[in-house]
């Protein structure tokens, strides 16, 4: 589990947002916009309060000035998005300090404190799901020409795209298997990964496409799709498909809102 990671991620976040905010303020007119509505017609009235050297607050119509209009109502809003940004971040620090990590290693390493006698003899889920994927090795020697890649965790691999996504699950602790066949007996089939999600042990396959543009590869890709919706293989579900872009790159960004998504 990252939680506090991303808790942090989004507290960050905030505050770059606010200094961009801050900084925007700076540059806009003093004082605020006022409305009032008459005969069926808004007028816009700019004020500025009296203070320093000025003795009167300064009022002015400006209902045809849109530029005015316009950075004023700016202004309204990013104090009042700022206002909110304060609170948030004010709750999101207090979330930091308070948080407690919840994963299988942090709560049995407490417990572990009080009972080394256990050490190395507690099995959880974790460790199942971590065996389950170390486990594993490829009987099937599927193209094997083609995998010129080597991923953080000493896979090879056929593709950037798969080697993206290794490093992106490796990062986020998540084991898997790499072209491991499906384990059915009517689907001769071998997805890109096979998951096996540590919080649930669900089995979850994911396939990325990167040759999109190739007609062949279509067809056979709409082969595979419906083997797999055959067998209840489907996105949403315990599939999860990514393509190459047109020109061929990658979002990683993509990739991790997907394992933060449906992964952790």
Same mark, same amino acid.
């Given at each position: ?5 991303r808790?942090? #991620?989004?507290?960050? /976040?905030? !505050?770059?947002? &606010?200094? =961009?905010?801050?900084?925007? +303020? @700076?540059n ?26 000025r ?6 119509? #400006?209902?045809?000035? /849109?530029? !005015?209009?316009? &950075?004023? =109502?700016?202004?309204?809003? +990013? @104090? ?12 999101f ?18 417990y ?9 003899k ?32 000493g ?22 298997r ?8 009517d ?16 089995i979850i ?8 543009d ?44 997907l ?6």
């Open positions: 589990m990252i939680y506090k990671e808790i942090r #991620i989004i507290l960050e /976040d905030m !505050l770059e947002q &606010k200094r =961009l905010f801050d900084e925007e +303020l @700076k806009l007119p003093d004082g605020f916009i006022n409305t009032r509505k008459s005969n069926c017609k808004v007028y816009f009235t700019w004020q500025i309060p009296k203070g320093g050297r003795r009167k607050t300064f009022r002015k119509g #400006i209902s045809k000035n /849109d530029d !005015l209009i316009n &950075k004023l =109502l700016r202004k309204k809003y +990013l @104090k009042s998005a700022i206002r909110r940004i304060d609170n948030n971040i004010r709750l620090e207090k979330t930091l300090c308070n948080y407690e990590e919840i994963n299988e290693e942090a709560v049995l390493g407490t572990l404190l009080k009972h080394p006698e256990m050490e190395g507690l099995k959880h889920g974790r460790a199942d799901v971590d065996a389950w994927a170390e486990g594993y090795r490829k009987t099937v020697n599927f193209r094997e020409d083609g995998l010129k890649s080597t991923s953080s965790s896979s090879k691999m056929r593709s950037k795209g798969e080697l993206i996504i290794a490093s992106r699950l490796d990062f986020y602790k998540i084991p898997y790499y072209e491991a066949p499906i384990e059915h007996p689907v001769k089939r071998i997805p890109d990964f096979t998951i096996k999600r540590p919080r649930d042990q669900k396959y994911w396939e990325h496409l990167g040759m999109m190739n007609e062949g590869y279509r067809r056979e890709n709409n082969r595979k799709l419906q083997e797999y919706e055959d067998i209840n293989v489907t996105p949403w579900n315990n599939l999860i498909m990514t393509y190459d872009q047109e020109d061929g790159g990658i979002d990683v960004r993509i990739i991790d809102g394992i933060q998504g449906w992964l952790l």
